[in-house]
Every structure is written in structure tokens, then in C-alpha cells.
């Protein structure tokens, strides 16, 4: 199995790039966010990949993060989505976007995504929401307690012993991962746990979620 590549980038075309490695050329299938973040031809470049193998084919899909290619095994594993339906998905919105979109329950913002419908966007909604808090806290790895957290909870009303610090500290690392500030992500945790004081990761994230987005 190849996991990553790192090498020269050789040219770009539409939805792949070529990568030389140690003299070998691999074709690799990229989304469009993540071609468009790759240097300039010539440049060394590394990717996570993963490899999709049938019958009559075999083909190395690129991934900018980890995120973004844990996603892509996720997406793969729904009805429906194919590699070329998760890249259209990955490159609409990208990996913060996705894992946002489903914790959120929003399924209209995975179908914007060419090629993909709304049954098909729902069922990755409805079969991946318990899996959106993993991923959107893998960036940092395990998180772990923000220093300022316990403070800034407990100023806006201390959480009853039932609720789990984990829990917490999981929900602020997949905010921060999101591009929230601690001091907001803090807040809108603190503002969930006033009323949910045994809210688990997934709560979390969606409740604070809500609170986050733009008043319209």
C-alpha cells in the first residue's frame, strides 16, 4: 500500500497530477482544492495517498492532510459515492467543510458537489454523523485540555461532575480545527453546557456549531 509520495511535482492537469519520485512518474487523482494548493511545477511536493484497486484498474488518489484523506475513505464507504463523486464533495468544500456539513447536519452543502444528488447527500449525512467529531479532532492528534478551558467554563456556569472533560477537550480541538479562536470555541461551549451539562463530543460540536455560524 502507498501511503504518501514525496517528490517532484512534473505538470498538472484538470483532476490529477504526475509526481516524480526517484526517476518513477505516478499519476496521482487530486481534488481541486488540493491542486490548486500544490506549488508551481518543478517544486518538490509530498501527498498523502491512498489506492484504489479493482479488477482492471489501479489508481492513486492525493490528499493535502490526513483529514482530508480519512474523509475520502469515509465518503467511500456510502452508497453512492464513488472515488469521483468524494473528490467533487472534497473539492467543493473541503475536509473542514465536510466534517462541519455533517456534524451540522446540513446535507444541502454536500450536495452542491457535481454529480451528487440529494438522497445521495443525505445518506452521507445521515450514515457519517457519529464519525464527523473523530475526524475533524484528527488534525492535532488526542487533544488535549485547552489551559484557559476549565476557567472560561466555569465563568459562564460550572458543568455538573457527569460531564466528561474529554468530551470538552475533543469538541474545542474540532473548533479550532474549523478556524474558530479557543476564546470563541470556549464560549460556545460553555453556552451548550448550561444547557446540556451531559453532552457527549457529537453534541458539542453541533450545539456549538449553531451558536457559531452567522446570525442572518
Same mark, same amino acid.
Given at each position: 500500500?502507498?501511503?504518501? =509520495? &514525496?517528490?517532484? =511535482?512534473?505538470?498538472?492537469?484538470?483532476? @490529477?497530477?504526475?509526481?516524480?519520485?526517484?526517476?518513477?512518474?505516478? /499519476?496521482?487523482?487530486?481534488?481541486?482544492?488540493?491542486?490548486?494548493?500544490?506549488?508551481?511545477?518543478? *517544486?518538490?511536493?509530498? %501527498? +498523502?495517498? $491512498? #489506492? %484504489?484497486?479493482?479488477? $482492471?484498474?489501479? *489508481?492513486? +488518489?492525493? +490528499?493535502?492532510? =490526513?483529514?482530508?484523506?480519512?474523509?475520502?475513505?469515509?465518503?467511500?464507504?456510502? *452508497?453512492?459515492?464513488?472515488?469521483?463523486?468524494?473528490?467533487? /464533495?472534497?473539492?467543493?468544500?473541503?475536509?473542514?467543510?465536510?466534517?462541519?456539513?455533517?456534524?451540522?447536519? $446540513?446535507?444541502?452543502? /454536500?450536495?452542491?458537489?457535481?454529480?451528487?444528488?440529494?438522497?445521495?447527500? *443525505?445518506?452521507?449525512?445521515?450514515? #457519517?454523523?457519529?464519525?464527523?467529531?473523530?475526524?475533524?479532532?484528527? !488534525?492535532?492528534?488526542?487533544?488535549?485540555? @485547552?489551559? &484557559?478551558?476549565?476557567?472560561?467554563?466555569? !465563568?459562564?456556569?460550572?458543568?455538573?461532575?457527569?460531564?466528561?472533560?474529554?468530551?470538552?477537550?475533543?469538541?474545542?480541538?474540532? =473548533?479550532?480545527?474549523?478556524?474558530?479562536?479557543? !476564546?470563541?470555541?470556549?464560549?460556545?461551549?460553555?453556552?451548550?453546557?448550561?444547557?446540556?451539562? $451531559? !453532552?457527549?463530543? &457529537?453534541? #458539542?460540536?453541533?450545539?456549538? #456549531?449553531?451558536?457559531?455560524?452567522?446570525?442572518?
Amino acid at each position: 500500500m502507498i501511503g504518501r =509520495l &514525496s517528490g517532484r =511535482l512534473d505538470y498538472r492537469f484538470d483532476d @490529477h497530477v504526475l509526481i516524480d519520485v526517484g526517476g518513477v512518474g505516478y /499519476i496521482v487523482y487530486v481534488s481541486d482544492r488540493t491542486r490548486m494548493s500544490l506549488p508551481e511545477t518543478g *517544486q518538490a511536493v509530498s %501527498l +498523502f495517498t $491512498d #489506492l %484504489l484497486v479493482r479488477e $482492471d484498474l489501479l *489508481q492513486l +488518489f492525493g +490528499f493535502s492532510s =490526513l483529514v482530508e484523506k480519512e474523509w475520502h475513505r469515509l465518503l467511500m464507504g456510502v *452508497q453512492g459515492i464513488g472515488a469521483k463523486a468524494s473528490m467533487a /464533495i472534497l473539492g467543493a468544500i473541503g475536509p473542514e467543510g465536510v466534517g462541519q456539513a455533517i456534524a451540522l447536519g $446540513d446535507w444541502s452543502s /454536500i450536495a452542491v458537489a457535481k454529480g451528487v444528488g440529494p438522497k445521495t447527500a *443525505q445518506r452521507v449525512v445521515n450514515e #457519517l454523523k457519529d464519525k464527523a467529531p473523530g475526524v475533524m479532532a484528527m !488534525a492535532t492528534g488526542p487533544a488535549a485540555p @485547552h489551559p &484557559s478551558t476549565d476557567v472560561l467554563v466555569e !465563568a459562564a456556569s460550572p458543568p455538573t461532575p457527569q460531564t466528561d472533560a474529554a468530551a470538552q477537550a475533543e469538541a474545542l480541538s474540532a =473548533l479550532g480545527n474549523l478556524g474558530y479562536t479557543p !476564546a470563541d470555541a470556549t464560549r460556545a461551549i460553555a453556552e451548550v453546557l448550561v444547557e446540556e451539562p $451531559d !453532552a457527549g463530543t &457529537s453534541d #458539542l460540536i453541533r450545539a456549538a #456549531l449553531r451558536r457559531l455560524a452567522p446570525k442572518s
